[in-house]
Structures are given as structure tokens and as C-alpha cells.
């Protein structure tokens, strides 16, 4: 069964940083590309950023480009988010999700990890 | 990088049939079969129920079913339930740059 345990989550200051990571397990993890996506409170799902299987390819939203950086350790199964100059919009539960489906289709995700970006 | 449009709210009485649609562009919706959708209880993590526009994961109930047309996918709810009441949210990928779209969701309340 495959499972996905984000966790870093918390309370930040406008300005700050945060890392977040996921822990895989149940699948062959550096065969799969692995995606954040986030959702406001109250809102609807935004895309953040993928990274594919090897590492070697990542992608970002325009929201994100340049103060978000993915990575993975295929070593540890590992996915991390390193969010820098965080501002009050990215306030967020930011989920962990995988595509085993190879249609571009989020088939698992994580529980979800909140970030909040407050004074 | 646009969301794809959604109708906010959609309803139905039980055993009716519903249908939410999904407009993107040629960019997206309209160029690659690579439309999903998903269903999200509140308090909890989306669950994907259709895939490739048309494909249903093992153990998603065929009242669930998706197409598309142009620009435009569509996911239609049959035989509505009570338990189907929740947001649904499509999603596209997207080139030009590489990305993935969401819809905004639609409330789909079963009267």
C-alpha cells in the first residue's frame, strides 16, 4: 500500500522559510515523479511543483518560481519543498501527491501539512 | 498559467444524474488527454475518481464518468447519493510552460 507522510509544517513570518518533506513508502520511489500541491483555506487546489523520478527535471508554478525549490533523496524516499520568502498568500495545507498512473493523475496523496504565514 | 473554469455549485436530488463541466484551452484541456478528476470531503485529502479524461481507478463506483470535447471535459455524478455531496476538481496538464491546472472546484450538494 502507498503511503505519504508530509510533515515541517507551521507558523512562519512574512519574509521567513520553511522546509517541508514527504516520506514514500509501498512503491518503487525513484521510478515515480513526485508533485506538491496546495489549498488556501477555504479554496480550491493550486499545483506548486513537480520533480520527476531521477531528480534531474523539476517544474514550478509562476506563484513559486524562484522562492520554492523541490528536491528528493531517492536514497531515503524522500520529496522536500524548501519554501523561502514566504508571503501571507502562501498560507496553505500543502499536500504531497504521486502520479502512478503515468496520466498526469494524482492517484495518492498525503494528509497534508499547514503553513501559515502570519505576523 | 490560468485556472480552468468550473461552475461554482451544482445540485441534484437523489437518483438524478448530474453533470459539472471543465473549460480550459488549446494549451491544456484541449490538446492533451491528460484531464482528472477529483472528489474532496471536507477535512480531507482529494481522492482522484477519473483519469486519462475517461478512466476509472479500481474501486471508484461507475456512476462516476468523464469525456471531454474541445476545450471542454465534462464529469457526470448518475444515480446521485448522499455521499456524493462534496467538491470536485478537474485537472489538466498544461505546456507552454510545463504545468499542471486545477478547476476552482464545484460544490455539488445532493438535495
Known amino acids: 500500500e502507498v503511503q505519504l507522510l508530509e510533515s515541517g509544517g507551521g507558523l512562519v513570518q512574512p519574509g521567513g522559510s520553511l522546509r517541508l518533506s514527504c516520506a514514500a513508502s509501498?512503491?518503487?520511489?525513484?521510478?515515480?515523479?513526485m508533485s506538491w500541491v496546495r489549498q488556501a483555506p477555504g479554496k480550491g487546489l493550486q499545483w506548486v511543483s513537480a520533480?520527476?523520478?531521477?531528480?534531474?527535471?523539476?517544474h514550478y508554478a509562476d506563484s513559486v518560481q524562484g522562492r520554492f525549490t523541490i528536491s528528493r533523496d531517492n536514497s531515503e524516499n524522500t520529496v522536500s519543498l524548501q519554501m523561502n520568502s514566504l508571503r501571507v498568500d502562501d498560507t496553505a495545507v500543502y499536500f504531497c501527491?504521486?502520479?502512478?498512473?503515468?496520466?498526469?493523475?494524482?492517484?495518492?496523496w498525503g494528509q497534508g501539512t499547514l503553513v501559515t504565514v502570519s505576523s | 498559467q490560468s485556472a480552468l473554469t468550473q461552475p461554482a455549485s451544482v445540485s441534484g436530488s437523489p437518483g438524478q444524474s448530474t453533470t459539472i463541466s471543465c473549460t480550459g484551452t488549446?494549451?491544456?484541456?484541449?490538446?492533451?488527454?491528460?484531464v482528472s478528476w477529483y472528489q474532496q470531503h471536507p477535512g480531507s485529502a482529494p481522492k482522484l475518481i477519473i483519469y486519462?479524461?475517461?478512466k476509472r481507478p479500481s474501486g471508484v463506483s461507475d456512476r462516476f464518468s468523464g469525456s471531454k470535447s474541445g476545450n471542454t471535459a465534462s464529469l457526470t455524478v448518475s444515480g446521485l447519493q448522499a455521499e456524493d455531496e462534496a467538491d470536485y476538481y478537474c485537472?489538466?496538464?498544461?505546456?507552454?510552460?510545463?504545468?499542471?491546472?486545477f478547476g476552482g472546484g464545484t460544490k455539488l450538494t445532493v438535495l
Open positions: 501527491a504521486l502520479d502512478s498512473t503515468s496520466s498526469g493523475a494524482y492517484d495518492h
Open positions: 509501498g512503491l518503487t520511489f525513484s521510478r515515480t515523479a
Open positions: 520533480i520527476t523520478g531521477s531528480g534531474d527535471i523539476t
Open positions: 488549446s494549451s491544456d484541456v484541449g490538446t492533451y488527454d491528460f
Open positions: 486519462a479524461v475517461s
Open positions: 485537472c489538466s496538464y498544461a505546456s507552454s510552460p510545463t504545468s499542471v491546472l
